[in-house]
């Protein structure tokens, strides 16, 4: 919904991209050979970016204003659920940047074309540079597969929330909740616990008793439901459990034995989003932070943090989870290439 805090936030979004740094000429590197040739290797826009995504309007905003500080041009595939709000903000989007200078066609949407549209799109190589697509696992799935332009690959979120044997109760408590229901149908929100058995019989009561009251429907494995006992009811949880990405109050509840098991659930069923770990032993929190395979990982903080805006990029063009040079909240700097710059004074080799 498109309401006056939401399009205040918006604004204020795009303000805090405007105040950061350009990217663009960049050195991220260089230096002199022993033959006194120059090199530095520069960012520079990727071109044109094409996305692909599902209703949320204001990620029509946070792209374009991404796309235009990095210096790209922007073709915008939103869902059909907010087909008439994303016209109205490009067709904003479009007055704006022509009244200073800029062509209107800078950023374009192909929401009028529908499906066919996007196919399209996904077909341009030679026309669209890099290809982005935001939303639900299906969409993703579909766009990698039959994309010809290169993707940077989004991921769907099954994040986990570990509470080691040695965490604090009220730490765990909060960060858990925070994790699972302060916007529960964002990617970056905790669909799965695990708490060690150490720590299962003090803390997972409390934990299920908050959830429960928070208005979150529990599934566990034995060792789960034998420790809450009868402070909550909990239907049983299975593999199927821990390989949903529910987008709701729903939550999986596991007892491990050690982080070793732990961290081999998240390796098997993880989409390598985020994960975090409620501990106060040092030991564990570098072996998490060390071994865990995702795009994020975190101690003693919510799930909720992975978020471009959270991390200070402004906003985001959405999170990654593929390991190319784009990885996690994406935003200015993940949208250029880079390339090299050789300065001679007439050597030859």
């Not at 960012?43 to 990620?59: D, L, S």
């Not at 766009?143 to 509470?163: A, D, L």
């Not at 007892?255 to 985020?274: K, L």
């Amino acid at each position: 919904m498109l309401d006056a805090p939401r399009l205040r936030a918006l604004a204020a979004a795009v303000r805090d991209v405007i105040a950061l740094p350009d990217p663009i000429g960049q050195v991220v590197r260089g230096s002199t050979l022993a033959n006194g040739i120059t090199i530095s290797q520069v960012r520079v826009p990727f071109g044109v970016v094409g996305a692909i995504y599902e209703a949320r309007p204001n990620v029509t905003v946070d792209i374009v204003a991404l796309a235009l500080k990095s210096g790209n041009g922007a073709v915008l595939r939103g869902g059909r659920a907010a087909e008439q709000s994303n016209a109205v903000l490009v067709s904003l989007i479009q007055r704006a940047i022509s009244s200073v200078g800029l062509d209107r066609d800078a950023v374009q949407t192909i929401d009028e074309f529908g499906r066919e549209g996007a196919s399209r799109l996904m077909k341009a190589r030679g026309y669209v540079d890099v290809l982005i697509p935001r939303g639900s696992a299906g969409l993703i799935s579909t766009v990698v597969q039959e994309s010809t332009v290169p993707v940077i690959e989004t991921g769907s979120g099954i994040v986990h929330v570990y509470v080691d044997a040695t965490a604090d109760e009220e730490m765990a408590v909060n960060i858990v909740k925070n994790a699972k229901t302060h916007r529960p149908s964002v990617c970056n929100a905790a669909e799965t616990l695990l708490v060690h058995r150490d720590a299962a019989a003090r803390m997972l009561p409390r934990l299920a008793r908050e959830l429960v009251a928070a208005g979150v429907e529990l599934s566990g494995d034995e060792s789960a439901r034998s420790s809450i006992g009868d402070v909550a009811s909990l239907a049983h949880a299975d593999d199927t459990t821990w390989a949903t990405e529910h987008l709701a109050l729903q939550m999986g509840v596991r007892v491990v034995d050690s982080i070793d098991e732990a961290i081999a659930h998240i390796d098997r069923f993880s989409t390598h989003h985020t994960e975090s770990i409620v501990t106060q032993d040092y030991a564990s929190a570098e072996k998490f932070l060390a071994e865990v395979d995702s795009a994020v990982v975190m101690v003693n903080a919510s799930t909720r943090f992975t978020d471009g805006g959270e991390f200070g990029f402004g906003a985001e063009v959405g999170i990654s989870t593929q390991k190319l040079h784009a990885r996690g909240p994406m935003g200015l700097s993940e949208l250029t290439s880079t390339k090299w710059l050789v300065r001679g004074a007439g050597q030859i080799r």
